[in-house]
């Protein structure tokens, strides 16, 4: 799979459950970020998390980092209508500069 | 909150013909970027800019393409003959240091006929 790759590819779930995204990169990072863009619209930053950090947390984001499987997950919990939208994995490459995106998981959140 | 700020929002042009997509970035932040993303695809890097000039460029970003910052606030993208495979969403961000959060603007959608 190329960097910053993100599973499952979608998602719907009913208002109120989790949701759980999942990225997959190859390199080591400096760090790695998550997006949502709602359709057709900008990327709005949701967190960053450092290549030291094992997991931070954001309101009701929580992300996760396992540098030794390369991989991180995305939690939303108590999901919202207003949480559909596209999240995207971005990496940023060890000796790098640039953002390198995934594919993106597209969540659908049900009322 | 400062943003990223870009204009156009949408752009159509016809093939062969020049555009210039502009964009504001945060004002204390010294490192800017473009990127795109084609209809249903990934983002992806076009190029990066640092102290008045390109650090790092993508495949993409060939001899068509060119950025300058032309005063202390813009910073723009210009692609000089448009195909039609340049139809795309374009991206600008910035951030202040390297290793930190990369804060994007709006979008030009841009439409290449």
């Known amino acids: ?111 | 909150e400062p943003e990223v700020t870009q204009t156009p929002s949408h752009q159509v042009t016809q093939m062969g013909q020049e555009v210039i997509l502009r964009c504001v970035p945060i004002s204390n932040h010294l490192y800017f970027y473009w990127y795109r993303q084609i209809l249903g695809q990934k983002v992806e890097f076009l190029v990066s800019f640092y102290n008045n000039e390109i650090s790092e460029k993508s495949e993409i970003f060939d001899d068509q393409f060119s950025v300058e910052r032309p005063d202390g606030s813009n910073f723009t993208l210009k692609i000089r003959s448009t195909k039609l495979e340049d139809s795309a969403m374009y991206f600008c961000a910035s951030r202040s240091g390297i290793a930190e959060t990369q804060y994007f603007g709006p979008g030009t959608r841009l439409l290449v006929l």
């Open chain 1, 1 to 111: 799979s190329q960097q910053g790759e993100e599973d499952p590819q979608a998602l719907s779930i009913q208002e109120g459950e989790n949701a759980t995204m999942n990225c997959s990169y190859k390199t080591s990072i400096n760090n790695l970020q998550w997006y949502r863009q709602n359709s057709g619209r900008g990327l709005v930053h949701l967190i960053l998390i450092r290549s030291n950090e094992r997991e931070k947390h954001s309101g009701r984001l929580r992300v996760t980092l396992d540098t030794s499987k390369k991989s991180s997950s995305l939690l939303i919990t108590a999901s919202r209508a207003a949480d559909t939208a596209s999240y995207f994995c971005a990496t940023e490459e060890e000796y790098g500069n640039k953002l390198v995106f995934g594919a993106g998981t597209i969540l659908r959140v049900k009322s």
